[in-house]
């Protein structure tokens, strides 16, 4: 009897420990996604409060753009403003370059 009690144990510990460990993996990835979820939340609150009070403006046929579309490096985007200085301002920035009217006139017939 004892010996029979002793395998059907023997026969359940690896299944228990299996749940055991899935369990624990399944909590850990849990709390994983909790805390990426957070710090997405966050960095999105920052990015959402710093372009609110940025030099954003619609442009008719454009749409929305940030940044000085005089600068030759600007990226006539809604999401950065250049390549050099991507989070702004544009006010003081020393790598600004006024474009040229040719340079302007050449873009917009390509378009």
Same mark, same amino acid.
């Given at each position: 009897?004892?010996?029979?009690? @002793?395998? =059907?144990?023997i026969?359940?510990?690896?299944? =228990?420990?299996? @749940?055991? =460990?899935?369990?624990?993996?399944? $909590? ?7 805390? @990426? ?5 966050? !960095?999105q609150?920052r ?15 454009? %749409?929305?753009?940030? %940044?000085? !579309?005089?600068?030759? /490096?600007? #990226?006539?985007?809604?999401? !950065?403003?250049? #390549? !050099? ?5 544009? *006010? %003081?920035?020393?790598? /600004? *370059? ?9 873009? $917009?017939?390509?378009?």
């Open positions: 009897m004892w010996k029979t009690l @002793l395998l =059907i144990a026969g359940l510990v690896p299944s =228990i420990l299996s @749940l055991w =460990i899935v369990r624990k993996a399944h $909590v850990r990835a849990r709390s994983r996604l909790r805390r @990426l979820s957070m710090n997405f939340f966050r !960095i609150r990015y959402n409060s710093s372009t609110e009070n940025s030099d954003r403006y619609y442009l008719e046929g454009v %749409g929305f753009l940030i %940044g000085d !579309i005089s600068c030759q /490096y600007n #990226a006539r985007s809604a999401h !950065i403003r250049c #390549a !050099i200085n991507p989070n702004g301002p544009c *006010q %003081g920035c020393r790598d /600004y *370059q006024p474009r040229e009217v040719n340079d302007y006139q050449n873009t $917009v017939s390509s378009d």
